[in-house]
C-alpha cells in the first residue's frame, strides 16, 4: 500500500513539473478544425553561476498561410516586433515585372480601430518598431496574395 501511495505521488509531481516545462499551442482554421499542433518547450536561461536569470522567454507564433508560414516575435514586445515570412517564391519563379513582395504587406490598427503603421511590400524579415506607440493591444494585420490573417499584438 505505501508503494503504491509513493508511486503516485511521484508520477503527480513528475506530470506537474513537465507540465511546467512544456506548453502546447493550436493552430485552428477557419471552421474551427484543429490543424496543427506545436510543442513549445519552455527552458529557463541560466547564468555563469547557475542561478536563473528572471529575462522573459521569446515566444514564437506561427501560422501557415497557403505555402508560407508567418512568424512573429516576441509577443508580448517592448519595441521591436519581428515578422517572419517563409516559403514565399523568389523573383525568378514569377511572371516579369512582379516581385514576390507585390502580394504582401502588413497594417496595425490600435484599440481605436485606426490604422498606425503600414508597409506595403514586406521583405522575409520585416522588423517593426514599436518602441514609439503607447502600450496596449494592437491588431498585425498581414496579407499574402489574397490570404489574410489577423494577430493580437501587445506592447508592453
Do not use: C
Request: no cysteine; proline share 3%; glycine share 6%.
Amino acid at each position: 500500500m505505501k508503494e503504491q501511495i509513493i508511486t503516485t505521488i511521484w508520477l503527480l509531481t513528475s506530470l506537474a513539473l513537465y507540465s511546467q516545462t512544456n506548453t502546447i499551442e493550436f493552430t485552428y482554421d477557419n471552421a474551427g478544425n484543429r490543424t496543427e499542433r506545436h510543442v513549445i518547450e519552455m527552458k529557463s536561461p541560466e547564468n555563469k553561476t547557475g542561478e536563473q536569470q528572471n529575462e522573459e522567454l521569446e515566444k514564437v507564433f506561427a501560422e501557415q498561410m497557403g505555402e508560407q508560414e508567418v512568424r512573429i516575435y516576441p509577443n508580448p514586445t517592448k519595441g521591436l516586433l519581428m515578422v517572419e515570412i517563409k516559403g514565399r517564391k523568389d523573383a525568378t519563379n514569377l511572371p516579369a515585372g512582379k516581385s514576390w513582395q507585390a502580394g504582401a504587406r502588413m497594417e496595425l490598427y490600435g484599440s481605436e480601430g485606426k490604422m498606425v503603421y503600414s508597409i506595403d511590400k514586406v521583405k522575409e524579415k520585416t522588423k517593426v518598431d514599436l518602441s514609439d506607440m503607447k502600450a496596449g493591444t494592437y491588431v498585425l494585420k498581414i496579407v499574402l496574395d489574397e490570404r489574410v490573417s489577423s494577430w493580437k499584438v501587445v506592447k508592453e
